[in-house]
């Protein structure tokens, strides 16, 4: 199983970064896939999940409304769109299914 994570950098606050997790290793198209965050000494936060069709999806409040996730099974690849993103959004981000994690990568919302 492996899982790559893309698409971080450096953005302003009320910027938007798409985050892409492509995997391989599995059959993609019958797991979830979840995309957590860790910021400089806190834990792990769940930031959303989508279902194995994409039809049901999950996000907590600090991010409902201006995150979505999305997956292209065609492609064995899930997306996080971050819009309105704040100071408070910076982390490493990672993706997580299939009992494997990604190796993140950096989100910094600065001016």
């Known amino acids: 199983v492996q899982l790559v994570e893309s698409g971080g950098g450096l953005v302003q606050p009320g910027g938007s970064l798409r985050l892409s997790c492509a995997a391989s290793?599995?059959?993609?198209?019958?797991?979830?896939l979840s995309w957590y965050r860790q910021a400089p000494g806190k834990g792990r936060e769940l930031v959303a999940t989508?279902?194995?069709?994409?039809?049901?999806?999950t996000l907590p409040d600090p991010v409902k409304g201006r995150f979505t996730i999305s997956r292209d099974n065609a492609k064995n690849t899930v997306y996080l769109q971050m819009d309105n993103l704040k100071a408070e959004d910076t982390a490493v981000y990672y993706c997580?299914?299939?009992?494997?994690w990604g190796q993140g990568t950096q989100v910094t919302v600065s001016s």
């Open positions: 989508i279902s194995s069709t994409g039809v049901s999806r």
């Open positions: 997580n299914s299939a009992g494997s």
């Open positions: 290793g599995f059959t993609f198209s019958n797991y979830r």
